[in-house]
């Protein structure tokens, strides 16, 4: 490791010869010091051995440049973080750095850089893209076992007992009130309500909504229709909802007239489920 100011002085053949000796070893070295070299030229070399980073020196002679690091301990050169790549225009194209969580989540990052599969991943799950539930929650129940609506002409909560929670904090099932609650967020919910009339007017109406109790507001739309004899219907519905807090949501059932109405399968002894509700944090 030497340096030079790479000016040969007139001096004797011994000193020149010397002086050539090590204006040579200062350039075989790339200028190696613990400092920069006190006599700089345009576009010379230099490494320094301090922080072991290779550097060149501007084009104004008034600066020095990364070019790389060099792990001595593991004899392996590595790129500095920052480093832009340009194209042969000297356009920057992309940059060799890390990027933080929260851009690649929202997305309002315009600069290409590196990401890791842990980022990746992160940013699939923020966005939904796995469509993995938050949880899931499901109920059955032996059909005579219920006891139909509690009134008529009005929506009516029906029975939620068996809910199952997974990979979702915040999420609470209230079986005696039949209700779920869920944290602030976004969210997908279907739910799905087997509904058999056993009485004998065949003008009853029924339906099923989604309804957020907290804020009195349904999700989706509500669906009423008739209602045969000793016929069975299955309600389906599904819907996207934003809540900016906690917030009670019910799966609740109506009927146009005071007749029995139950949920499930109405042949005796066999297990129906009488609901099923499947929500996802988007």
């Known amino acids: 490791m030497s340096q030079h100011d790479l000016n040969i002085a007139n001096q004797t053949a011994s000193a020149t010869r010397s002086d050539i000796n090590n204006a040579l070893q200062a350039l075989g070295s790339n200028n190696s010091g613990s400092s920069s070299p006190s006599t700089t030229y345009a576009n010379m ?14 084009e104004a002679d008034d600066a020095w440049i990364n070019i790389a690091y060099f792990d001595q301990s593991n004899n392996l050169l590595k790129v500095i973080d920052g480093t832009y790549v340009a194209n042969t225009s000297g356009t920057n194209v992309a940059r060799l750095t890390t990027t933080s969580q929260s851009t690649w989540n929202t997305g309002t990052g315009t600069e290409a850089t590196l990401i890791s599969p842990s980022q990746l991943q992160s940013k699939i799950d923020t966005q939904g893209g796995q469509n993995k539930p938050s949880w899931v929650a499901t109920d059955s129940v032996s059909t005579y076992s219920a006891t139909g609506l509690s009134a008529y002409n009005t929506w009516v909560k029906t029975p939620i007992t068996n809910t199952v929670i997974v990979n979702l904090s915040g999420a609470v099932t209230d079986t ?40 009195n507001v349904s999700i989706g739309a509500s669906q009423q229709m008739k209602i045969g004899d000793w016929q069975n219907l299955n309600f389906h519905g599904c819907g996207a909802f934003t809540i900016a807090g906690t917030k009670s949501f019910q799966l609740q059932a109506w009927s146009s007239e005071g007749v029995t109405i139950r949920y499930g399968n109405v042949i005796s002894g066999e297990l129906a489920t009488f609901s099923i509700i499947k929500i996802w944090k988007l």
């Not at 070399?45 to 501007?58: E, G, P, V």
């Not at 969210?187 to 065949?202: F, G, K, M, N, Q």
């Open 45 to 58: 070399h230099w490494y320094d051995t301090t922080n072991n980073i290779l550097k060149q020196r501007s």
């Open 176 to 215: 005696t009130n039949w209700e779920i609650d869920l944290p602030a967020g976004d969210y997908y919910a279907e739910w799905t309500l087997p509904i058999a009339r056993v009485a004998s007017d065949t003008a009853d109406k029924v339906g099923i909504r989604f309804r957020n109790v907290t804020d």
